[in-house]
C-alpha cells in the first residue's frame, strides 16, 4: 500500500488561505534549497523537490487547488495538466521531466541527457588606488581545470578506449517506477556505476587518469572597469572548471581588493585628503603644490583660510562605475597652530593683538588658545 501523502500546504510550509504569490516564493525558496544540482544526486534532497514541486502543481492552479481543498488527494488532480507551463517561469520544466518522466502527463518533451557544467572558480585580485580610479587591463594567473587535450576530454587513450554502462544501458539514468494513490509515477536518478556519462573507461588516458581533465596554471587578461569598489566581484564568463568532453565550463569569479592609499580616501566617486597649513598660510594665503589622481596640481590658499575649509577640485575624483562623470577632489584643510614660540614671534603676535580688545597671554596655553580661537567662525 502506498504511503500517505503530507498535505500540500504543510509541505510549502504554508498556511490554507495563503495567496497565489506566497505559494510561488514558498516554492522557489524550497526549489533552490532541495535541488538536485546543489545536492549533488542526494536521494533524499531528490525525493524532497519532487514533493515540493508536486504540491506546488496542484496549489498554483486555481481549479486544482478548489479541488484539492474540498477532496483532497484524488487521481483526477493530475489529468490534462500542463506541467511545462506550470514550471516554465521557474526553469525547471526539464529537471521536473527528468525526476517523473511521463508519469503525470504527457506534455514534456523528452531533452535527452542534460549537460554537466564544472564548477565555478574564486580569487583575488589586488589593485591599487588609481587602477581602481581609472580601470586596468590586469593580467591574472589561476589555476584551471582544463580539458584534457591528449584525450580531447574522453578520458580514454584511444576513440574506442570506452565501453555502454552495463548499469544504465547507456544512458547515464536508471528509471525506476513505483506505484502511489495518483497512479504509476516512474523517477530517474544518475546511474552511480557511470556517473552519468552512459560509458566506462577502459583505458584511462595516463595524462588526466580518465578524467577528461587537468589542473594547471592559466593566465588571462581582464578588464577592470573605472570605478570599481574594494570588494566588487567580476563575472567572466566560461573560464571556470571543465569537466572533460560536452561539458560546459564554470566562470571566473574575481573580487577585488584595492589597496588602501596613504593619501587619498574614498567617500562615494570623491576623492577626500588633508593637508596642513600653518597659521602664517592660512592667514596670508599661499600657493602649494599636491598630489591629486591627475598628478601633481597647484592649489591656492585664500588669505584668511579657516581651520576645517574645504578646497574642492571638480572632476578630479573617480569615475564613476560603468560611467564616464568623475566626482571631485575634496581637500581638508587642517591650520597647525604652533607649539613653541620665540621672544621676538611672541612680542610680534601681541603686537598684532593690541588695538583689537584681545585677549592674550605671555606664550603660554591660554595665549595658544586665544589664536586658535581667532580661527573660529
Known amino acids: 500500500m502506498a504511503a500517505q501523502k503530507r498535505d500540500y500546504y504543510d509541505v510549502l510550509g504554508l498556511d490554507r488561505d495563503c495567496k497565489v504569490g506566497e505559494i510561488k516564493q514558498a516554492y522557489r525558496s524550497l526549489a533552490r534549497k532541495y535541488h538536485p544540482d ?11 523537490f519532487k514533493e515540493i514541486s508536486e504540491a506546488y502543481a496542484v ?9 484539492y481543498d474540498r477532496f483532497g488527494f484524488s487521481n483526477n488532480l493530475f489529468k490534462d495538466f500542463d506541467y511545462e507551463s506550470v514550471f516554465s517561469e521557474f526553469g ?35 589593485i591599487n588606488f588609481k587602477e581602481s580610479a581609472f580601470g586596468i587591463k590586469k593580467e591574472i594567473e589561476y589555476r584551471v ?12 587513450e584511444r576513440e574506442d578506449g570506452k565501453a555502454k554502462c552495463s548499469v544504465c544501458g547507456g544512458t547515464g539514468q536508471i528509471r525506476e517506477a513505483r506505484q502511489t494513490f495518483i497512479g504509476n509515477i516512474i523517477t530517474t536518478s544518475t546511474c552511480r556505476n557511470c556517473g552519468g556519462t552512459g560509458e566506462i573507461i577502459k583505458n584511462p588516458c595516463k595524462k588526466c587518469g580518465g578524467n577528461g ?10 578588464n577592470i572597469p573605472a570605478g570599481i569598489h574594494n570588494g566588487d566581484q567580476l563575472r567572466v564568463r566560461d573560464k571556470g572548471n571543465s569537466i572533460g568532453a560536452g561539458s560546459i565550463k564554470g566562470d571566473l569569479l574575481i573580487t577585488i581588493k584595492v589597496k588602501a592609499h596613504p593619501v587619498f580616501k574614498r567617500d562615494g566617486d570623491n576623492v577626500i585628503s588633508d593637508i596642513d597649513i600653518s597659521f602664517a598660510q592660512a592667514a596670508l594665503g599661499c600657493k602649494l603644490e599636491l598630489d591629486t589622481l591627475d598628478g601633481r596640481e597647484e592649489v591656492i590658499i585664500r588669505p584668511g583660510t579657516q581651520p576645517g575649509e ?3 577640485l571638480r572632476s578630479r575624483g573617480v569615475v564613476e562605475l560603468n560611467g564616464y562623470r568623475r566626482g571631485d577632489y575634496i581637500i581638508n584643510v587642517n591650520v597647525k597652530i604652533p607649539t613653541r614660540l620665540d621672544n621676538e614671534e611672541i612680542n ?10 584681545e585677549a592674550v597671554g605671555d606664550g603660554t596655553s591660554s595665549f595658544f588658545s586665544s589664536i586658535k580661537n581667532a580661527f573660529k567662525r
Open 348 to 357: 610680534l603676535l601681541k603686537r598684532y593683538a593690541e588695538g583689537r580688545e
Open 145 to 156: 581545470n582544463e580539458i584534457c587535450e591528449k584525450c580531447n576530454g574522453r578520458g580514454s
Open 38 to 48: 546543489v545536492n549533488n544526486g542526494n536521494p533524499e534532497a531528490e525525493e524532497k
Open 310 to 312: 574645504k578646497i574642492v
Open 59 to 67: 496549489l498554483s492552479n486555481e481549479d486544482k487547488r478548489i479541488q
Open 213 to 222: 581533465y587537468y589542473k594547471h596554471k592559466k593566465k588571462i587578461k581582464v
Open 92 to 126: 525547471f520544466g526539464d529537471i521536473f521531466n527528468m525526476f517523473f518522466g511521463n508519469g503525470f502527463g504527457s506534455s514534456f518533451s523528452s531533452t535527452g541527457r542534460r549537460q554537466k557544467r564544472g564548477s565555478d572558480i574564486s580569487i583575488v585580485s589586488e
